[in-house]
Structure formats: C-alpha cells, structure tokens
C-alpha cells in the first residue's frame, strides 16, 4: 500500500478519526495493489505527482514567517510510503545479487564447484590481485560451516563476510621486491598501481578492465597507462574527484556545520544550503567532464542554478527545481569566488569574515597558507548594543593598527574586503546591515595592487596563472598520494604545471602528470627497525 501525505487539500474526503490531523490529510491508493505482481520485487523507480497542474505561485516564504508559521494552500506531496513486502516467496533477482551469484548449482555436486567459482571472483575484485588457492582456503571454510546448517545461499553469505573482514581486504599493503634494500626507490607493481590509479579517480577498488590490464603487466607501459587514465576521467564514478577531493580542497564540505544567524539572515533555509552544494558540484565536474582548463575554476562566466539559487543571486527567469547551466552576467559572480558556498563557509554565523576568506584564497588559490595566529592575541570586537555600530572593516582597521597584527593581516585583510561586497550567505549587498554605511571593497595587496571588488581580485590574482595551477597541483597530489607533499616532491610538482602549460592546463593534463610522476609510481623501500 503506498500512503500519500497531502498538505490542504480542501477538495478531498477526511481521514478516519483515528487519524484525522487540524491540517493533513491522506489519501490511500488501493488500487496500487492491481499494479503490483507476486514477482515484482527488486529495485523500481515510483513517481508520484498531481496531474491537474496549477500555475499560482507558492507564498509558502512568506507564511513561513508570519506568526503561528502561516500555511502554505499550494497542494504539494510530503512523503510517500511503501509497505511490504506481504508474504514474500523465493528471492527477488536484484543487480546486487546478480552480480554476485554468477553461477547456480542446480544439484549437490555442483555447489561446491560453483562456490569456488563464485569465491574465487569475488576474491579477486576485493583483494585487487589474482587469487591463489591460499586465499580461498578462509572463505571455503566458512562457507562450508555455513552451508552444514543452512542453503547455498547462506554458505555464500557467510563465506563474503570472511572476505570483507580480510586484512587484504581492509588494508592496501605494497609489498616490496623481495632484493629492495631498506632506503632504496623502486617502482610499484602493475597490481599496486591499479589500486592506486583507481583510488585516485574513482575512491573505489579497480575494475575488471584495470585488473586485466595490471595481471598482464601492461600498466607500465605509458600509452597503456595514458588510455586507462582517461577511460576513469570519462567514467561517472570520476565524480569522487568532485565529492571527495575538490570538496576537501575547497572546504566545501564545513558548510554543514553552519548556521546563519537567523535574526540576520531570515531568508537562509536548507534548500539554498543544498543548492550551493549542488551549484558547486556541477560546476566543478563541468571542469572534469569538458576537460577545460583548470584555470576556468577562477575565470569561468557561467554557473548552474535552479529558482531557489538563482533568486539569491538576483538572475532572472529561472524557475523550477531543476538545476541549469546559466551564462552569468554580472562578472562578479565569475568562478569559485562568487559561489555561494566558498563565500558561506568563509564566513561566521552572524557576519563576513575577511580574515577567513583572505586566508582561504592565500591557502587555496595563491598556494601561499598564512601562518597561525600567535597565542593570546586580541580577539574580534562585536558591536555591543547601545554603541554606534561599526561595520566589520571599521573593526579590522583598529585590529590592524597593532604592528605585531598588521603583519599578517596586512596580507590577509585587502584580499577579504575585496569580497565584502558578499554577505555571509553570499548574497550582493552594497550596505553594511549593522553600520548602515556603504561597502568599501578597497584595498591594496602586498604587491601594491589597488583592487575593488572581486573582479579586480580576479584579475590579480591570475596575473600569475602558473601559482594556481601549482597550487591545486599540489592539493591534488596530496590526495593522490595520501600524504603531504614534501619540499623533494616540488621540483615534480612544478614540471607537472610546466608541462601542462603547453595543453592549456587542462584538468587531465594535470591528473596524467601526477600519475605519472615518479611519487606516483616509485615507493621507498621501509628500513626495518632493530631491537
């Protein structure tokens, strides 16, 4: 049965009593039975909309906020529930199960050949290697355990719980050439280099393809390695670029952990939360999948909003939930620093943080972290009530005045007031709410700059595009790798963005650098410890 929650709907039939709500209603489709079959288990998709359509526009914003919450009159569906299921018999064909069970004994003889065979491939997707006979030994016993007191089914089970738990599951050990001396480089094998190819591009184990081509000891060979590389850049399981590493990078990934004031910011609520998000996924995988240059990160005039979005950025004539690909008129909003979420996690709660977003722009696009601030310095001084309010760059100038401050914030400081235009939920403002004075996005950089704004920031700061392609190089690496680049890994790090230069910095120009740089490929021999 699937229950359907409707908000105010004045043309429907009452609940029960027993369930009946001051302003809901459910409406039960029965007939949902006459669709379903004895055999319709497995994964489906169920759409639910209204087919009389209406064209008022939702106030729902504005009843959100008036007193008692207001009630939206738009019909709208708030939850759809499935029940079941009833009575099921024998098991549902699910890709999932599919993909496991590549055999089917039909008599007892064939169990144990079949489990084999089954084991055996599982084995080796999850230990990213060839399997030996060794390594089926755990599995086969537990399998046989299980299969003493239950079905096929249950053996299989029990014997790919034994699998996962496997340290050779869990763990990526590169084992070293058995006539490496302590200290000595060499490369990694064929095997070691698939996982950590496919670990890089896609978070996730190598695939079959990648398997065969490493057995086969074909990895190393560069065109064999430059193909595999871009057929994961053109998989969509490349899109952990995205989430993972680009989110990390970026520090994307912190704007969960903040609230906007809401006496400050009434008109944040998740939904644009989650378009930012959303904003900054699709713009980051455009980079991936059109393989431009990376460059584009900090230049690019489009973006991608849906209504929600685009109604805080102040674009026109979007409307729906659907997210799109807009041409952005207003240059400002140009690259990752008009985005919303780089703007909103560069913030506090309550109001702009120039220090914060002067320091993610040194960190993450000039390549250039500033130093932590000494201990027992002076915090930020909040207007007080009853005081004339000073707005944040009135604040920061005294803060500044202090020469063993000025030091750093003399660096940090023109590179945040360039973006006081943004507000701390990245909305365009040209007033200070707490000052009521007009926003001074003036500044000079530590080179002597002048800029005002983000376009002049923009524009200075790719005066010098090879500093952040170096940086997100390097950012990149690190991931890659999974340790932090050292100063013997930069002179690798600057002939990647070298050579990269000559194919416009484009994203995979990038990524075949690093892969096939020798950090990448080369591991040193572990000097064993003496008692």
Known sequence: MVHLLAENFPHLPEKPASCASSNRRTIETLDFYRWLSPNWGGPHNVGVTFIARTFAESDNLLYSYSPGGGVDRIPSVRSVEVLGPYNPVGVTETPSRHKIFVCSPTRESEELPCATQILSMLARRA?????????????????????????????????????????????????????????????????????????????????????????????????????????????????????????????????????????????????????????????????????????????????????????????????????????????????????????????????????????????????????????????????????????VREIMEQHRANPSCNACHGVMDPLGFALENFDAIGAWRTKDRDAGTPIDASGKLVDGTPVTGANDLRQALMRRPEQFVETITEKMMTYALGRSVEYYDMPTVRKIVRDAARDNYRFSSIVLGIVKSAPFEMKRAQKVASN
């Not at 763990?171 to 280099?193: F, Q, V």
């Not at 004539?317 to 207003?330: A, C, I, P, S, Y």
């Not at 993610?360 to 696009?365: K, P, V």
Request: no cysteine.
């Open 127 to 391: 230990f990213r290697r060839p399997v030996t006979d060794r390594d089926l030994v755990a599995p086969l016993a537990f399998y046989k355990s299980a299969r003493e007191t239950g079905d096929f089914d249950a053996g299989i089970r029990s014997a790919l719980t034994a699998i996962l738990s496997s340290p050779k599951f869990l763990y990526r050990a590169e084992a070293a050439p058995e006539n490496a001396a302590p200290g000595s480089i060499y490369r990694i094998r064929d095997l070691d280099l698939a996982s950590r190819l496919s670990f890089f591009l896609w978070s996730r184990m190598p695939d079959d393809e990648l398997l065969d081509v490493a057995a086969k000891g074909k990895l190393s060979d560069p065109k064999v390695l430059e193909t595999q590389v871009r057929r994961l850049l053109a998989d969509p399981r490349s899109k952990s670029l995205v989430t993972n590493f680009a989110f990390q990078w970026l520090k994307v990934r912190s704007i969960d952990g903040i609230d906007p004031d809401a006496f400050q910011f009434p008109n944040f609520d998740e939904s644009l939360r989650e378009a930012f998000k959303r904003e900054m996924e699709m713009f980051v995988e455009s980079i991936l999948r059109e393989d431009r240059s990376v460059l584009d990160l900090v230049t690019a005039n489009y973006t991608f909003v849906n209504e929600r979005l685009a109604l805080h950025y102040g674009i026109p004539d979007v409307r729906g939930e659907r997210f799109r690909r807009v041409t952005l008129e207003d240059s400002n909003r140009w690259g990752l620093l008009g985005k919303g979420s780089v703007l909103m996690v560069t913030s506090y709660p309550n109001r702009t943080g120039p220090v914060l977003r002067g320091a993610w722009i040194l960190e993450n696009i000039a390549g250039t972290p500033p130093s932590p601030p000494p201990p027992n310095v002076e915090g930020f001084k909040e207007n007080k009530a009853g005081e004339k309010a000073k707005s």
